[in-house]
Each structure stands twice: as C-alpha cells, then as structure tokens.
C-alpha cells in the first residue's frame, strides 16, 4: 500500500508513526512465521512425550505463550493508558486502542486451550480455581475497555475513560502471575521461572520459547496495522468534524 | 521422528481431538484477525483516497 496517497502534513495526526509503523509490519510478520514454524516443528516432532501426561501436554505449545501474551499485552496496553493520560498524548491512547482486541483474543485462547488441556488431565472442562477465575476476569476487563471506549461518542472522553479503566485493572495481572503460589490451586505451578532451573526437557522448553516470541512477534504485527487503521479512521473522524464546523460557520456567516 | 505413520501423529497418544483443536482454533483465530484487519485497512484506505480526489 502506498504511503504518498496518506496526507499527513495537513492534519494533526503523527506523521513520523505511520510509515514507521508500515516499514515494521512486514518483518514482524515473517518473523512470526518463522519463529512458530520452527516451534512447531521442535513441539511436533523433536520434543519428547511427557511420561504423566502422554502427548496432550503438547497443548502448552499454544496454550503457555497465549496465556504469556495475554498478560504482557494487558501491561504494555496500560503502559500506554497511563502515558496518554499522564501526558495528554494521542498516539499513547491509540496505541492501548489498537492492542486491546489482540490481548483479548490471547486471554480466550488461553482459556480455550486450557480448557481442552483440563478435561483430559484434570477430567474438567473449568474449574472456579484461583488462576482460572482471574484469567477470566482479565478477558472481561479487555472487554470493558473495548467496550467503554465503543460506547463513548466523544473521542477524547472515551480515550481517557477507557486509559483508566485499563490502568485499575492492572492489578488482576500479578495476581494471575502469582495466584498458583497464593492460593491451593489445581493449575499446576509455573515450568519456567527467573529464580529456578525450568521443570520440563530442554526441547520442550525451547519449542515453548519459539511459540512465545512467534506469538510475539505476530502481536506486534497485527498491532501495528489496527494501530495505522484507528490514525487513518481518527483522521477522517477529525477532518468530518471539521468541515462540519466550517460549514455550520458558513451556514451562520454567508 | 518420534511418529511411525501419520495417522499415530494425527491420533496424537489418544489426544488428538483436544491438541488439535487448540492448535486449529488458535490458528482460526489468527487467520480471522489478520483477514479482518485486511479488510479495515482496505475500508480505511479507499475513504481515504476517495476523500482526497473530492478536496482536490
């Protein structure tokens, strides 16, 4: 798509961001591809077959980096909330705006394949367990903020209260992270931590890994082309407005 | 290869239905977002160049 066909100059939107973010989409996104390719084929056919669980632990290869990225996003989503109400920045919210839906599809990815893990080894579809329940809280929060920001006409009002909505609920994230060591919980504890050696095969460990950063690497992809849709769609929104005013000036003073 | 024939890797241990089904929705999932993405871009883009040949 072309770049020159998009007027910036003319308009207040941030002209260094947009082509930035286009000259990133497409190596984000054959990274991506690369990157779950080889963790597929490491969790698929290198990675042994778990010894308690037969070869349905091969879910954590999908099920681990969703459930990763659908806390990292919701952090740097309400990283970017707090910037843009700290320092009144449009692209700040524009940025939360557009990683919304992807956190929100991860969170239910997360909860899917954890459910498909769970009847097999646990003989439940869903349990009301610690880590269960505040993964769920944290789709309903994307949601919220999707829908708060929907709901709201006025495009500054619903950028802020939905930055704010975003920002309180932050706090479910460490509780998710910690909940498997807070509370008696049946999801099992964490594979993988800063402090201790991972509990899981070095194959496996590394299929995971690839998964993470492929999972990565397509978020930053599909971001980065809704965040260039909201500043095409909030540029033709401004540019509406403003011809609407000029004309309601014209109508006054003919 | 840890597989001795496709089907004993599409059985998946006795597994199958539950991995392939997280793998296939996850990978629906993607497919349906980066289509639908396409398509805004395509909407946002067409407004775009229309509205330039109107204000020039």
């Known amino acids: 798509m072309s770049e020159s066909r998009v007027t910036w100059s003319k308009y207040s939107a941030p002209q260094a961001l947009y082509p930035l973010a286009g000259k990133l989409i497409p190596w984000c996104a054959g990274a991506s591809i690369l990157f779950m390719v080889a963790g597929l084929y490491l969790g698929f056919f290198v990675a042994p077959t778990d010894f308690q669980q037969g070869d349905a632990y091969r879910i954590i290869f999908v099920h681990v980096p969703a459930a990763w990225m659908s806390m990292f996003l919701y952090v740097v989503m309400a990283l970017w909330a707090g910037l843009g109400l700290g320092l009144k920045a449009r692209p700040s919210f524009m940025m939360a705006q557009a990683i919304a839906p992807t956190g929100a599809m991860f969170t239910f990815l997360a909860l899917l394949t954890g459910a498909l893990w769970g009847k097999p080894t646990w003989g439940a579809w869903w349990v009301w367990d610690a880590r269960l329940t505040s993964e769920l809280i944290l789709l309903f929060l994307y949601l919220g903020v999707m829908l708060l920001h929907a709901s709201i006409d006025d495009l500054r009002r619903a950028d802020r209260a939905s930055a704010l909505f975003a920002l309180v609920g932050v706090v479910n994230v460490p509780i998710i992270y910690f909940s498997v060591r807070w509370w008696n919980t049946l999801h099992q504890g964490a594979s993988v931590s800063m402090t201790a050696a991972p509990k899981m095969a070095a194959t496996m460990l590394t299929a995971m890994l690839l998964m993470t950063v492929g999972f990565w690497m397509y978020s930053i992809a599909v971001i980065l082309v809704r965040l260039r849709c909201v500043m095409l769609e909030r540029s033709r929104q401004t540019r509406s407005s403003q011809s609407a005013f000029e004309q309601g000036v014209k109508e006054v003073r003919p | ?56």
């Open chain 2, 1 to 56: 290869m840890k597989w001795g024939s496709l089907s004993e890797f599409l059985a998946m241990g006795g597994y199958g239905f539950y991995v392939w089904l997280s793998f296939g929705t996850t990978a629906l999932c993607m497919v349906w977002e980066v289509l639908m993405l396409r398509r805004r871009q395509g909407t946002a883009l067409r407004t775009e160049s229309s509205e330039e040949g109107v204000n020039h």
